[in-house]
């Protein structure tokens, strides 16, 4: 279990061990907090009350005094698993759904024509839909696109990377994905 960490405005900033969380609690840089305690963490015996010291973790914690995040106004960083994730593991030409380990990045205009390794350009293909359009557009193969690429916002992204999310955690990054996402479906 990770811990969402957001700014004091809410806007994502990282997953965190539970042991970071404790130390932002330890250290009062929590501004506030969503979802009920979903670890307590134990400490040692305090000499002056012989009580044991104990932190309740938050799925979701807001830091006091963080630098805003400029994530938020970045491109999200491209990779195969986020990539399949935003597509949900659908071929953009067939249509079928694969498993990981049969799926490839396409670029829709290929890098050896001039084409970008970006969001924009690139769509999961299984093997033989993109070993057939291979360095051709798809109109040069007669395929067309099922869906169209788009660029994950930093919710989507935060969600995309591949973590396990709570439940309090998934509630709260879905508030800001837009209902056209595919991560909706």
């Not at 799926?103 to 293909?125: F, K, Q």
Request: aromatic share 6%.
């Amino acid at each position: 279990m990770e811990v969402l960490q957001l700014d004091a405005s809410g806007r994502p900033q990282a997953w965190i061990a539970p042991r970071d969380a404790a130390v932002l609690y330890a250290s009062d840089a929590v501004a506030w907090t969503l979802g009920r305690p979903c670890r307590v963490l134990r400490g040692g015996i305090q000499r002056r009350t012989g009580l044991q010291s104990r932190i309740e973790l938050h799925p979701i914690v807001a830091v006091h005094g963080a630098v805003p995040s400029r994530a938020w106004r970045q491109t999200p960083a491209l990779s195969n698993p986020k990539l399949f994730g935003r597509d949900r593991q659908v071929c953009a030409y067939c249509g079928r759904q694969f498993a990981l380990d049969a799926l490839t990045r396409e670029h829709i205009t290929p890098v050896s024509r001039g084409g970008l390794d970006s969001w924009m350009n690139c769509v999961t293909a299984c093997r033989a839909c993109n070993g057939r359009k291979g360095n051709r557009l798809p109109d040069e193969v007669r395929m067309s696109l099922l869906y169209l690429p788009y660029v994950p916002s930093l919710h989507e992204d935060m969600i995309l990377r591949g973590r396990r999310i709570l439940a309090d955690q998934m509630e709260f990054l879905l508030a800001s994905v837009p209902r056209t996402s595919r991560l909706r479906c």
